[in-house]
């Protein structure tokens, strides 16, 4: 218990210092000696209305945030040198059914032939036991370096970008360039079996490398701890972090390669690498924050081409509410585009205490939304193998409209 005390007044006391930082380097090592138990509930009520008039009213969760439950550590090694672990489960706080389980190792996307995997955290079930961060890490005057499933910096741009990071107006996952859980994309926040290293600051500019190894000795399907049998692709990310003060830019560079990786036949795959490059940040003046963020992805065939932009501002209208828009599109080399506009207010009770209502409206020409939130309406499998931009995704001449709306009221606590 006395650890954890210490470790939870380092951590308030360097608060500005782990802002500081990008996401796969929380917890920084800076911040103590001792284990926390930290994470957050977010609760509250939803309505969707999807394509047509389909709509839904529910208790909901995980409008402004990611409910989960979070084990750190942070050991002190002497000579300015600290260990780190972090364990993240991601938690459904509205449902005692669908919390007990285990996490799924590959991501899918979805042919009429085959199921083609990469080892995705997209697909990973959200009630699932350390289904999110999972690393260890050490850092020093050399930087820092982590083991695991690291968080990237295809996280750390949609921190950037905007204020409502991946949650719900944020156009994460649906009007971003990279969307889906297939190979290149950025809505995959952290690679299995993966490696990053930052380096020290220089100049208010940190220097980050996520690594994977492409491994194409057996089918995909084939999971093992033991080396050798898990196909995956290979994963090499580069980003530069600046942050100084009210200014705030990143760069990302990623490429995602499974040429010759092997499906669940054992067939070794062609054309599926892809390269995805984003570039955004942000700007406070006063009580104003500005944000901005654009995203290309093509593949290496030029059958995929992508681009996306995001604009936000945030304004503290008080030091208590935020009130924030975001405007975001994605068109694709056919020329059609989705379009996302999103609006939130949070209203601060304590520290870790807020209320908060958001919107969301889509208007999905470009068919990024998947057809499973359609009632009783799905595509039919694509004759071939299709590109995991547009797989398992709907047609919108399949409903009556393009359109779709979220509303959330919540309550978050963090701990």
């Not at 007990?100 to 080892?119: D, E, H, K, R």
């Not at 190979?183 to 690594?211: C, E, H, Q």
Request: proline fraction near 3%; charged fraction near 10%.
């Amino acid at each position: 218990m006395k650890k954890t005390l210490v470790a939870i007044a380092a951590l308030a006391a360097t608060g500005a210092f782990a802002q500081q930082l990008p996401s796969g380097a929380n917890p920084s090592p800076a911040w103590g000696n001792g284990v926390l138990i930290t994470g957050a509930f977010d609760v509250g009520y939803a309505s969707l209305n999807y394509k047509g008039g389909n709509k839904v009213n529910s208790v909901a969760h995980n409008g402004s945030t990611t409910s989960q439950i979070d084990f750190a550590g942070v050991f002190d090694l002497g000579g300015g040198m600290k260990a780190d672990f972090f364990f993240e489960n991601d938690i459904i706080p509205t449902s005692y059914v669908t919390n007990p389980g285990s996490a799924a190792l590959n991501g899918t996307y979805a042919s009429s032939t085959a199921v083609t995997t990469t080892n995705s955290t997209g697909a990973q079930a959200a009630s699932s036991w350390g289904n999110g961060q999972v690393k260890a890490g050490i850092g020093g005057n050399f930087g820092y370096l982590a083991i695991g499933a690291v968080n990237n910096a295809a996280l750390d741009f949609n921190q950037f970008s905007n204020p409502f990071a991946t949650s719900v107006g944020g156009g994460y996952g649906i009007t971003m360039a990279t969307v889906g859980s297939g190979y290149g994309s950025s809505a995959k926040v952290r690679w299995d079996n993966s490696v990053r290293y930052l380096t020290p600051s220089f100049a208010n500019t940190i220097g980050s490398l996520t690594y994977r190894p492409k491994n194409d000795t057996a089918a995909n399907n084939m999971v093992s701890t033991t080396p050798g049998l898990q196909g995956q692709s290979g994963v090499q990310e580069l980003a530069l972090i600046y942050r100084d003060g009210p200014l705030n830019l990143i760069a990302v560079n990623q490429i995602d390669d499974a040429n010759g990786v092997r499906d669940v036949s054992g067939a070794a795959q062609t054309a599926k690498k892809w390269t995805a490059n984003s570039i955004g940040g942000n700007y406070t003046y006063g009580a104003f924050t500005a944000y901005y963020g654009h995203q290309t992805m093509k593949n290496d065939t030029g059958s995929t081409s992508n681009s996306a932009d995001r604009y936000a501002v945030k304004y503290m209208a008080t030091p208590e509410l935020a009130l924030s828009v975001v405007s975001s599109s994605v068109k694709k080399v056919s020329g059609l585009k989705t379009t996302m506009t999103g609006l939130g207010a949070d209203y601060a009770l304590s520290k870790t205490v807020a209320l908060y209502a958001k919107y969301e409206s889509v208007t999905d020409d470009a068919s990024m939304l998947t057809s499973t939130e359609a009632n009783g309406g799905t595509d039919a499998a694509p004759a071939t193998a299709v590109t995991p931009i547009t797989a398992g995704f709907t047609t919108p001449a399949a409903f009556a409209d393009h359109k779709r709306t979220r509303t959330f009221v919540g309550l978050r606590v963090g701990f």
